[in-house]
């Protein structure tokens, strides 16, 4: 049996439970972080010296903590093509967006938008810097939308690893309160993924837990 740790309200959580169910395994989750705790126990220390989630273990298998490594073990070890293809040209191709959406929009989404918008209370918000980095977000999202232009999914026309690592952070950004530009085969790829019941069940999910908690 799989198990992870980590909350249902936590995005990279959300994304390990997506790929896990869009893959057709069984796994048993396990409420750790922010208020549930856990995390800073000698126990899940043991396994994730960094204190934070997801982790993963497979099995008896060594624990699997940074989400983007449980993403890619997953897609290595039940991952099949189109999803995660075999031929390593394929496959570097999805594994570039994979990491293009963790670095460009995953980490400049989660904390200069997000955080600063849902969980830090409004006396304390700045608007200026949420401005700039919804703009800054932007240009990257406009990448994608270019891409999506002429493809159905980020890395081609298939569904692939490189769509759980990108639209897990797009029910939030589409949801929260702020200032969008029109991007409309985004949208319109938003709508597709949408569709999707491992999304509709792991990702489009409540975060109120999170807000105001800075």
């Excluded at 039940?78 to 929009?105: H, L």
């Excluded at 918000?125 to 406009?142: E, F, M, P």
């Excluded at 491992?198 to 800075?214: G, I, K, M």
Aim: negative net charge; hydrophobic residues 40%; aromatic residues 12%.
């Amino acid at each position: 049996m799989i198990k992870v740790w980590g909350r249902k309200s936590s995005s990279n959580v959300q994304a390990v439970m997506w790929c896990l169910a869009e893959l057709d395994l069984d796994c048993s989750r396990l409420d750790a972080g922010l208020t549930y705790g856990v995390v800073d126990t000698p126990e899940y220390r043991a396994m994730n010296p960094n204190g934070r989630v997801p982790t993963l273990q497979d099995g008896g298998n060594t624990p699997i903590w940074e989400s983007g490594a449980i993403l890619r073990y997953l897609a290595n070890t039940y991952g099949q093509a189109p999803f995660w293809p075999s031929d390593p040209v394929e496959r570097v191709r999805v594994d570039q967006w994979a990491e293009w959406a963790k670095i460009n929009v995953a980490l400049e989404f989660t904390s200069p938008v997000f955080w600063r918008v849902v969980r830090t209370p409004s006396s304390r918000r700045d608007q200026a810097a949420i401005d700039a980095a919804v703009s800054y977000l932007t240009g990257n999202l406009a990448i994608a939308d270019e891409q999506l232009r002429t493809n159905l999914f980020l890395a081609g026309n298939d569904f692939t690893l490189a769509d759980v690592q990108f639209a897990h952070c797009l029910y939030r950004y589409f949801d929260i309160n702020i200032e969008r530009r029109s991007l409309p085969n985004l949208e319109r790829y938003y709508s597709l993924v949408s569709e999707r019941v491992a999304f509709q069940r792991h990702v489009q999910v409540s975060y109120e837990e999170l807000r105001d908690t800075l």
